[in-house]
């Protein structure tokens, strides 16, 4: 992860021409950063705990929703992904689940 003001301003700026090309080619729909902080609620007695909810470097930072054909092309967009410049990036790539009502 960036260690300096001037690191985090340079990988900010890869994340903003990564996302800015795929809105050009019509495959952005929407990415947003998650805060840190956060509540669970599990269980029949509906638990509530405070987060984060697992290791750090475990968390989920964000999320980004692109348009793909197929789950095969969504893994070659994600390569794009400027948090893999880092040793410790992951990223993951699911399909949305349509709802049958």
């Known amino acids: 992860m960036p260690?300096?003001?001037?690191?985090?301003?340079?990988?900010?700026?890869?994340?903003?021409?990564?996302?800015?090309?795929?809105g050009k080619q019509g495959?952005?729909?929407g990415?947003?950063?998650?805060n840190k902080n956060g509540k669970r609620v599990s269980g029949?007695?509906?638990?509530?705990?405070?987060g984060p909810f697992m290791e750090g470097k475990e968390m989920v930072g964000g999320y980004l929703?692109?348009?793909?054909d197929s789950l095969e092309e969504a893994v070659e967009?994600?390569?794009g992904c400027p948090i893999l410049e880092y040793e410790?990036?992951?990223?993951?790539?699911r399909e949305i689940q349509e709802l049958k009502m």
């Open 88 to 93: 410790s990036g992951i990223v993951e790539v």
């Open 27 to 29: 495959k952005f729909v």
């Open 3 to 22: 260690e300096t003001p001037d690191e985090g301003q340079v990988h900010m700026q890869r994340w903003m021409e990564w996302m800015g090309e795929l």
């Open 65 to 68: 929703i692109c348009k793909a």
């Open 77 to 79: 967009i994600s390569k």
């Open 31 to 34: 990415a947003q950063p998650l």
């Open 44 to 50: 029949s007695k509906k638990m509530v705990t405070d």
